[in-house]
């Protein structure tokens, strides 16, 4: 079994982390799945860039780049791939909230206690 696959952004002295499971798969970056790009073709995107703009609602996402770049979770579950096995969308649950699911962090490592 793999890992949970979050995504976070590393800024100068925190991590932006989004903590959805199979993140690459509920994130866009210029329209394409997080899963479907390379990794230096991600970095580039990225690396170095200065985040202009951040909003994040109750199923949706939006953080703006200085170089135009947009990294997105749409609010529609369409826009994003199955579940494998059940095939249902990847969606959240009613009473899930993504404001929940992001956060700083001050380090790499995220831990949850007992």
């Known amino acids: 079994m793999g890992s949970p696959g979050f995504f976070a952004l590393g800024l100068e002295h925190d991590w932006l982390v989004v903590s959805l499971w199979g993140a690459a798969d509920w994130l866009r970056l210029e329209g394409r799945l997080l899963s479907e790009i390379v990794e230096d073709e991600l970095t580039s995107f990225l690396v170095g860039r200065t985040i202009t703009a951040l909003n994040v609602d109750r199923a949706s996402m939006n953080i703006g780049f200085g170089n135009g770049t947009t ?37 790499e490592e995220l831990w949850t206690g007992d």
């Open 71 to 107: 990294l997105i979770i749409d609010d529609d579950s369409s826009t994003r791939v199955p579940w494998p096995g059940t095939g249902k969308p990847r969606a959240l649950a009613p009473d899930e909230d993504l404001r929940d699911g992001v956060f700083l962090c001050p380090t």
